[in-house]
């Protein structure tokens, strides 16, 4: 088999997965918007490999020095050099002809893409090897279909579903295999229902194994690769507070770890409040005035994502003054439903809000700090409610999801998550939202509580279960995943730019004398890709066309478009599948995102031209069709290689001028202005 | 070959074959149809002109009319403009409140979609029953009556909707018999017609388009495997179909835009957010500005400088005699020159000189020397005669670009860099002359290749909170936010500062005027239209499309602060539930019958299969489609976005109760037992109807006690005033 060249080649740029990988080998908790199996493996093959963790991975271009990294960049090549018999083997059995699968193979070993992606530690080789791996064994099965039950066939139809939980559990986009997968088994369990040959039995026993091997068991897998990164991450660390406070008492080293507090509140407890949205902060005020024009000027009330003295709110009854931690006044327990105040600890001002315009959303009220040493106005009332309790029960520290709503104006305290400005210390707005709604923005929980009135109780019995974290850190991902927006007048990769190869991603190195290295598709080979994609769906056209118009073709023929339908039809619909959705998506996008779509369309490649020069063959005489096969199949393998040889420094670094300098040895190179290496 | 060219005009002349035939005229009355359009008139019409009051959206929708009234220019990010036009043409002819006219035409399309829908059940060849059932659910269905009685467009969209699947239906069922006769190609027509009227009032009827694309090519495809056709009548059928479905709505969209266009030629409130070529091509505003401004700049010209994107604010290339601090908040240092900003408004500090390098002089020659694409020029501010000049130090607030400035010589060997090359980026050949308004130019520095960009963020106080001005030394490829046009521009005449100085006070005059071609607006309106974001995303009654399906929400459209009267956007519930439950009977009975046909077992004989499908497919099919893209979407979201959605899933109501009586009901009595049910569930329907009607019409006017007692979900925002 062909093995990659770049295989012991290495350059020196390293993104944030190398870091992680030293997060799970110092177990310290940490926050990432994909699943965690390709960094467990990353991490894993850097502990076995001698790496001890302790590399800070701080920005881009700094020296490994005397770190043991190999073993992590080999692991992602390695992955990365499987690809290329995946695809050799995918095609030749879907064509079940060599030539096709060595011209699909030549296209990804020759392609400067494919091999600068997989030189690094990332998260793409392993997704891509997941993803193939998957294909390889659907087609591979559905290769076995006339041997039912038999041991291959389970051994494909599990390994399968091996792959789409590896997939999946690198990142969300191997979702898009699994859709291919299961649009495959539609399909062929439809031909399967079909078939009047087949009792009903029969169908039920195909049907459960599919369902178990590749519903359940993808989903026990998966399950289990969170369970393991739980298990091993059990240290606080930088991604806490993108968590609830319940999720927060598991982690080792987190001051809500194994502490106790009180359960209920009662008036005159101290208290930290937390937004309930994703990284929202502690509500937070301090001695600084809103500044002149924005609302009144009054003391700022914000939201602060970092512990502080200033979140600690004391809560009191609204209509008196007096000190309930008097040892002299018996305990009364805050019920939902009541009319409280909260007085700030620091500066003793009380939590106010009017129908003046919040700083930055306009259309909600401004929160203010108001009042001296508890003495304000009827502004400084709010009503405590807990979601979905009834009137006059208690209120529960960490588990209670508590509404304030503003008893003047009947608005509700919320976090809109806008960054204030220099003055306002860029800490989150907090603003007073006449649109009552259900959403995290507007509710709040307790997390620290002190009152030495009340019994402590040990959080051990808050801690959530494994299905509740397991959902939990899927919503974190999620809202992580759809809060990464273009920035306003940022420029952006657009979909329509990737199959076009209209512009790259600078790796590392941005100077003349740095060792540089330029992800970029071999353009002859991506441009190839695209204009077969035009060709399959002309070719594929005619022929369903002149099929439904009962053209009669002969048996060479009729093979030829079996293939063509077939097997290029899934090609084709995994190319769509893994390039479509990426027009619909807010998120920002980078030209990464669209290789494993290439890897499908080169493959189309393989079978198209394949098809295409057999099928001149065939129409030529016996001799003269040989030769044109033989040729047409050569030229296109030297024109790949060729452009390799041209354009292989894009991957292996260049160092030298800038290529926009028509000095460099690569200005003639640079086709497109876009291109920037 | 004559034989073979006769097979091939033979199927031309049967496409034209209509012209044969006499033109006659049969007259036939559908005293259904007749009797459900007096109902839907009676229904919509009633009582129209009250409220005398401006209701919800029709304050905007009314801003539009006025607007159309006095051709003034505007741009609507909600949608093209044919259904502000039709509204506009009700207002045409009326005194000076035309409440009344400017609700006729959405009333009346809202009354018409009653017979449609009957025609629409007719056609799918579902019994007159069946048919008339759909026709009186869509008439008492008050969430369709609130929207049609105001001036608001998804009534006339649901018409152009329902129009388009019934002359397609039509079209069809024609097909079989008869096809290329003046009726085929008239609905054939008909459809394409619809179907962009339906576009051009709402980007939405761009999904029922899609959807009878969709069904059109599924029909060709059982036509191409039809081997009693010829190749070349099925590649007739084909070119009627490309033209009538394809062509003929693009061109009637086009169209639109161009009466649009035509009418509206004052310039208006929303000019800023239009290039400086497309305002100089309106009346008024910047046209009267530039208007005979010289074409071609040239050495000495003196010209403001615009930003091409304008965003997120228009803006012009800017200086003033405040320096940089020489120290930032975060203690970064600057080089203390005079500041270089991007204002948005206009200024006499806007305007600059285009100078050769070479020469000393501000003035322009005799005759002009014109600076074309790839000079090299130095521009300086006309106030305060610095040159704009960039260096290797950060810029105030993207410390990853270089400062743009005005260059002051502190004697501190920081030499000036004042070089500029003109690129013009939408030339056509490479000796382009730039030109005035209409190119678009970068301005790459020469000593250090960095582009003059707008970063926009805004300054700080001491940058006066105008936009910051920066130099991009890696140009990623082309960004609207490097690119400047020549907005206004004069050949300066005065060496003497002084006399310059009075010279940029005064407006500027010469004799030239720009046209832009009507693709170029098009384009440009659109582009604008299609990527013009509205910023409030939160609205009091906005909801989710989850909230749509069970009507968990509606709109309180007007409120009579002192009779109590309110109208609300509030659907009859139990057609929003029976509408629910038959789609689910659909769908499971369709997977049923699909699973047990495909093991060949047949519960329903073929022909009412096919009927059980194409009903299915359309009803079905169009609710699909024009509720779950919404899922998608980020714009505000209200109640009245389902209502087409609501329209096609009441067309499956009857479908589905004649699909049960005729083949799961065997023997007389069940069948008579749900006849009568059906019976008594329409009256409980229009018992509903009554209920709501007085928040549908706005009166009479309910008390307190009543209006508790309609808040039938807890969800449901019903006013009721505080004694």
Partial sequence: ?677 | LGNHSSSLTKPFCRMLGFLKQPVVVTAEINMNLVALTVMGLVNRFWALSYPRAVVFDEVYYGQFVSLYMKRIFFVDDSGPPFGHMLLAFGGRYSMNVPIWSLRLLPALSGALCVPLAYQILVELHFSHCAAFGAALLILFENSLITQSRLMLLESVLIFFILLAILSYLKFYNLQKCSPFTAGWWFWLLLTGVACSCAVGVKYMGLFTYMLLLATAGVHFWHLIGDQTLSNVSVFCHLLARGLTLVVVPVAMYLSFFYVHLTLLYRSGPHDQIMTSAFQASLEGGLARITQGQPLEVAYGSQITLRNVLGKPVPCWLHSHKNTYPIRYENGRGSSHQQQVTCYPFKDVNNWWIVKDPGMQQLVVSNPPRPVRHGHIVQLVHGITTRYLNTHDVAAPLSPHSQEISCYIDYNISMPAQNLWRVEIVNRESDTDVWKTILSEVRFVHVNTSAVLKLSGASLPEWGYRQLEIIGEKLSKGYHQSMLWNVEEHRYGKSQEQKEREVELHSPTQADISKNLSFMARFTELQWKILTLKNEDTEHKYSSSPLDWITMDTNIAYWFHPISGAQIHLIGNILTWASANVATLVYVCLFLWYLLRRRRKICDIPEDAWRLWVSAGGLCVGGWAVNYFPFFMMEKTLFLYHYLPALTFQILLIPVVLQHLTDHLCRSQLPKNMFSALIVAWFSSIYLVYRTFSPLTYGEPILSAAELRALRWKDSWDILIRKH
């Avoid at chain 1, 390293?14 to 940490?30: A, D, L, P």
């Avoid at chain 1, 193979?105 to 793409?124: N, V």
């Avoid at chain 1, 579903?161 to 979702?175: E, P, Q, S, Y």
């Avoid at chain 1, 091993?232 to 968590?243: C, E, M, Q, T």
């Fill in chain 1, 1 to 677: 088999y062909v093995t990659y060249i770049s295989l012991f080649f290495f350059s020196w740029d390293e993104t944030h997965f190398g870091k992680m990988g030293s997060y799970y080998i110092n177990r310290t908790f940490f926050f990432d918007v994909h699943p965690p199996l390709g960094k467990m493996l990353i991490g894993l093959a850097g502990y076995l490999s001698g790496y001890n963790g302790t590399f800070p991975f701080q920005k881009p271009g700094d020296r490994y020095e005397h770190h043991n990294y190999i073993g992590m960049r080999g692991f992602c090549a390695f992955l990365g050099s499987c690809l290329v018999p995946f695809a050799y083997l995918i095609v030749l059995e879907l064509s079940k002809s060599l030539s096709a699968a060595l011209l699909a193979a030549s296209i990804l070993i020759f392609d400067t893409g494919c091999i600068t992606l997989s030189q690094y530690i990332l998260l793409d080789p392993i997704l891509m090897f997941f993803l193939m791996g998957a294909v390889l064994s659907m087609v591979k099965y559905n290769s076995c279909a006339d041997r039912p039950f038999s041991a291959p066939w389970w051994f494909w139809l599990s390994l399968t579903g091996v792959n789409l939980a590896g997939a999946i559990g690198v990142k969300f986009v191997g979702l898009f295999v699994v859709l291919l997968v299961g649009l495959n088994t539609v399909y062929d369990l439809w031909e399967l229902l079909g078939d009047l040959s087949l009792s009903l039995v029969t169908l039920g026993k195909h049907l459960l194994a599919r369902v178990f091997c590749l519903i359940l068991l993808p989903l026990a897998l998966y399950t289990a690769q969170f369970a393991v990164h739980f298990a091993v991450l059990n240290k606080s660390g930088p991604g806490d507070g993108f968590f609830s406070s319940a999720f927060q008492s598991r982690l080792i080293g987190n001051n809500l770890h194994n502490v106790s507090i009180p359960e209920h509140l009662a008036y005159g407890s101290v208290i930290t409040m937390k937004n309930l949205r994703m990284a929202g902060g502690y509500l937070h005020s301090h001695w600084h005035l809103y500044p002149e024009g924005v609302g009144a000027r009054q003391q700022q009330v914000t939201a602060y994502l970092h512990k502080d003295l200033n979140n600690l709110w004391v809560i009191k009854k609204h209509d008196s003054n007096t000190d309930h931690l008097d040892p002299s006044c018996s305990v009364e327990f805050v019920r939902h439903g009541d009319v409280i105040r909260l007085e700030h600890k620091e500066t003793s001002r009380n939590l106010h809000s009017h129908q003046h315009e919040a700083p930055m959303t306009r259309k909600h009220f401004q929160v203010t700090g108001y009042g001296i040493n508890g003495t304000g106005d009827a502004n400084d009332f709010w009503r405590i409610e807990v979601v979905g309790r009834k009137a006059g029960k208690r209120i529960k520290v960490l588990r209670s999801q508590i509404r304030l709503t503003h008893l003047a104006t009947g608005c509700i305290l919320g976090s809109s998550g806008k960054t204030l400005p220099k003055w306002g210390w860029e800490q989150v707005e907090v603003t007073c939202t006449p649109y009552v709604k259900e959403t995290p923005n507007a509710l709040w929980n307790v997390e620290d509580h002190i009152n030495p009135k009340l019994p402590n109780i040990s959080l051990d019995v808050l801690k959530p279960s494994f299905p509740e974290i397991l959902l939990e850190s899927h919503m974190v991902m999620i809202r992580g995943n759809s809060g990464l927006k273009p920035k306003e007048n940022e420029v952006t990769s657009k979909p329509w730019h990737w199959p076009i190869n209209y512009q790259g991603l600078r790796f590392s190195g941005v100077n003349e004398t740095d060792h540089r290295v330029y992800l970029l598709g071999n353009p002859v080979v991506w441009w190839l890709n695209l204009v077969t994609i035009g060709l399959y769906l002309l070719m594929a056209t005619c022929t369903i066309v002149a099929i439904k118009r009962g053209v009669q073709l002969t048996v060479e023929f009729k093979e030829l478009s079996e293939v063509l339908l077939h097997s290029g039809g899934k090609m084709m619909l995994g190319w769509l599948l893994h390039y479509l959705p990426f027009f619909m998506m807010g998120r920002v996008l980078y030209f990464h995102h669209y290789f494993p779509a290439m890897l499908f369309s080169s493959m189309l490649t393989g079978i198209t031209w394949d098809t295409l020069l057999k099928f001149c063959a065939g129409c030529l005489s016996c001799s003269v069709g040989k030769r044109v096969y033989t040729y047409g199949t050569l030229a296109l393998m030297l024109l790949i290689v060729y452009s390799f040889y041209l354009f292989h420094p894009l991957s292996y670094g260049m160092v030298g001028p800038m290529a926009s300098d028509p000095n460099s040895p690569m200005a003639g190179l640079r086709w497109l202005e876009s291109w920037e290496f």
